[in-house]
């Protein structure tokens, strides 16, 4: 073979080697309508593992038990209603579900005021609790000035969420239900 | 900014993508065509060659798809923050407090924060806070802010809230809360001139074949589709109230109104409409006046136009060489004046213009020409009051009376008419023979916007003022002038092709 048929036929595997780099490295524009869902809820675990949910507003409080059945009861009380108890296994798939809009870290909110967020003396405290154990302790305080979020701690975390406000809404309707009793 | 930088990593991805490309391109160039393999084996050599191509052009355009690059090459570099805004701060002379917020979760609010601290930087006139609602709701709610990307501008006790993440809007938004007294800019009706409350557009279609807009009215230049709302909110964006007269209806030009705009007015004015313009300059005022072809003044009116400085010629401009696309009516200006309005214009154009005849103004009264044809230009008669064809221009016949030469198309005067008062003040006038190069379905395109606004800003006496343009969003397109569509389908339609045809002879008569 002669030398320039060599050099020609190597320049032609170096650049089709190139194209398929290209290929292999490249990535297609992500679609919205092709996005596989996925769960970005602060709560890891299966909602269906939730055994028991305390409740706290003001100096209300409530301990509500998942039935055998998969329904939910008040301890030492009456089960729920088949659609309060589907508002609260919506508002705990939330926890799973429904990620935080924003994450504001300590250092971010230095010089703020922390009574702004309504943190101080939140609407609404529950904590979720799995085979006995407590999963999750949440605080739910003002809502931002949009209206559109609500402020958020989470127990042994310092960090102040933003978390879309139907969440809060769910679970202030669960509150409204089950503390009015 | 971020709109402008080019990211380097794709660009040389795709840098090395041409360079692959045409290296298998030569190299295919160099495979043999006959290979003295027996039939059978030629033919497998000839369809993995065939099949080598298909797999190489699958892969170069699947690679280019998968490695898409972003760079803004537009001349007006839309997609990279404007200097203008910079220009505002820069001349600002009375301190402003700008309190903006931003959503901190937005790329735009983000980079709008950004922005505005570089201005606040720029003139320590302007004190700018940027705060994020989330972070300090309770400042947010002192201002009454429920949403994000909203400005307020404090200065000398007036406030004003601008939602927006544009920092001209911004710069706008300074020049509005510093400007003390409101301006009221007046559209006069009642002559079937372009409406304000129209905001029908037609689109334009530029082929090697000439102009058309793309609907079934678009045979008629001047027509009563086209609306001047555009420019009625290009003014409303400055903040200038806006307001309609209708002079039949009252004895004269209402006091609030700085400036009196006369749109492409189609029929003749009654005399005491006339003589209430007359007053209104008299007593200081200003008017935007455009005339477009085929308008008859009354007698009154036009002695009124004569006492400014000019006549109106019953003649269309023809400009073989200088004009929009392949009509040699839509006059096209590049040269003008030196003068306050036109001096940051570039290209103009303007469909169907009428020439102003300059005739002696009255004593005292200055005026300036601001425009002119080429001097290839010519006129041919019109009819009064008619429509224009628009695929008349190319067999009009040219004035027997008028020679060749550049055409007066628009002219500013200003002083006192005589009867003023002494101590009333000067008035403001701009004339132009032709309406539609302002109107909805022009005044997007070239300079056409800056130059009305221009107009209407010396009228209202702001031209000292930094001048901000504010977008007015119109599909995107790119023009091209005759030479270059001719130019275009030469390449693209004539010599590719062609050029395939002599590659393939070449490579044949080399290889025979």
């Given at each position: 073979m002669k030398n320039r048929t060599l050099w020609t036929a190597l320049a032609a595997a170096a650049a089709f080697a190139f194209l398929v780099a290209m290929v292999i490295s490249g990535a297609l524009p992500e679609q919205r309508q092709l996005v596989k869902f996925e769960a970005?809820?602060?709560?890891?675990?299966?909602?269906?593992?939730?055994?028991r949910v305390e409740l706290h507003q003001g100096e209300r409080k409530a301990v509500l038990l998942r039935t055998s059945d998969g329904n939910w009861a008040v301890q030492g009380g009456s089960a729920l209603s088949a659609e309060m108890g589907k508002k609260l296994s919506l508002a705990v798939q939330f926890m799973n579900t429904a990620g935080p809009i924003r994450v504001m870290e300590p250092a971010e909110l230095d010089g703020t005021n922390p009574r702004d967020f309504g943190l101080?003396?939140?609407r609404l405290t529950f904590t979720l609790f799995a085979d006995a154990q407590p999963v999750l302790g949440v605080r739910f305080g003002a809502h931002n000035p949009e209206d559109t979020a609500q402020y958020m701690t989470l127990d042994g975390h310092q960090d102040v969420i933003l978390m879309s406000r139907f969440v809060g809404q769910e679970w202030e309707s669960v509150a409204g239900g089950v503390l009015a009793k | 900014m971020e709109h402008g930088d080019i990211e380097l990593a794709p660009l040389l991805w795709f840098l090395g993508w041409a360079f692959a490309v045409g290296a298998l391109f030569f190299a295919g160039l160099r495979l043999p065509l006959q290979t003295r393999f027996t039939s059978v084996k030629s033919l497998f050599y000839n369809i993995g060659v065939v099949a080598a191509a298909l797999v190489v052009a699958a892969l170069a355009t699947t690679a280019i798809i998968l490695h898409d690059i972003h760079i803004d090459l537009t001349r007006e570099k839309i997609f990279t923050p404007s200097s203008q805004a910079m220009a505002v701060v820069d001349q600002l002379q009375r301190p402003v407090r700008l309190t903006y917020f931003y959503h901190g979760q937005d790329p735009e609010g983000r980079r709008i924060k950004d922005v505005l601290e570089v201005m606040g930087r720029r003139n320590s006139r302007l004190e700018v806070r940027t705060v994020d609602p989330d972070r300090e709701p309770s400042l947010a709610l002192s201002y009454g802010v429920r949403m994000s990307n909203v400005g307020i501008l404090e200065a000398e006790g007036r406030k004003l809230l601008i939602q927006t993440t544009d920092e001209r809007d911004i710069a706008i938004g300074i020049q509005r809360v510093l400007r003390e007294k409101v301006i009221t800019a007046c559209f006069l009706e009642g002559?079937?001139?372009?409406?304000?409350?129209n905001f029908e557009f037609h689109t334009h279609v530029e082929g090697i074949a000439g102009h058309s807009h793309g609907d079934a009215s678009s045979k008629l230049i001047q027509t009563a589709g086209h609306g001047i709302g555009r420019l009625r909110r290009a003014l409303e964006a400055q903040g200038y109230e806006t307001r309609k007269v209708i002079l039949a209806t009252s004895p004269s030009v209402p006091e609030i109104c700085q400036v009196l705009i006369v749109a492409n007015p189609r029929t003749t004015f009654l005399p005491a409409e006339s003589a209430a313009l007359e007053a209104y300059l008299q007593s200081g005022g200003s008017l935007f006046a455009m005339f477009d072809l085929g308008f008859v003044p009354e007698p009154r009116l036009a002695a009124l136009i004569e006492k400014l400085g000019v006549r109106l010629a019953q003649e269309a401009v023809v400009d073989p060489l200088s004009h929009y696309s392949t009509d040699a009516e839509m006059v096209a200006v590049t040269v003008y004046d030196q003068n306050p309005m036109t001096a940051n214009v570039s290209m103009t154009f303007y469909p169907g213009i009428r020439p102003l005849i300059p005739v002696q103004p009255k004593q005292g009264i200055r005026v300036a020409p601001l425009f002119s044809s080429s001097r290839d230009s010519y006129t041919r008669p019109v009819q009064p009051v008619g429509v224009r064809e628009a695929g008349e221009s190319s067999s009009a016949p040219r004035s027997r009376t008028d020679e060749v030469g550049p055409r007066l198309l628009a002219v500013a005067a200003e002083g006192q008419l005589p009867g003023a008062a002494s101590e009333s003040p000067r008035f403001r006038a701009v004339i132009v023979g032709d309406g539609d190069f302002a109107s909805n379905s022009f005044?997007?395109?070239?300079s056409n916007g800056d130059l009305a606004m221009a107009m209407v800003r010396w009228l209202v006496r702001e031209e000292r003022s930094t001048a901000v343009a504010n977008r007015i969003p119109v599909p995107p397109m790119i023009l091209l002038s005759s030479a270059q569509m001719k130019a275009i389908f030469l390449l693209v339609e004539v010599l590719l092709p062609l050029s395939v045809i002599a590659l393939g002879v070449m490579v044949w008569w080399r290889r025979r």
């Open positions: 970005k809820g602060i709560m890891k675990l299966e909602p269906d593992r939730i055994s101080d003396q939140p | 002559h079937n001139e372009f409406p304000m409350d005044l997007p395109y070239l």
